[in-house]
């Protein structure tokens, strides 16, 4: 699948996102509002079909939550940061 790109609060991550952040295990619970804004940017980028499994897990204590999308049997992982800044989404992982 090619990369595809926006400009929300998502962005891909990668095995150096997660060496080089601590993952905090703390039960983040997902807003409908967060829910639907990734799924949301996931269509916008030609994602169809079923979405389903969004989990979050906070990441760096108080902006990033890595989330778990799983979509047609593969599970892409994303950092999304809720700190208002604007980052790239560049396709499942």
Same mark, same amino acid.
């Given at each position: ?15 150096? %996102? ?22 949301? %940017? ?16 906070? %990441?760096?204590y108080?902006?990033?939550?890595k989330?778990? %999308? ?18 790239e ?5």
């Amino acid at each position: 699948m090619e990369l595809l790109e926006c400009k929300d609060y998502i962005v891909p991550l990668n095995p150096d %996102v997660i060496i080089k952040k601590t993952i905090y295990r703390s039960s983040a619970r997902i807003t409908e509002r967060q829910r639907n804004q990734v799924k949301r %940017v996931l269509r916008s980028q030609g994602y169809q079909g079923r979405i389903s499994s969004i989990r979050y897990t906070r %990441v760096d204590y108080k902006y990033s939550f890595k989330v778990s %999308v799983k979509y047609r049997g593969s599970v892409g992982k994303f950092l999304v940061n809720t700190k208002n800044e604007t980052v790239e989404f560049k396709g499942m992982v």
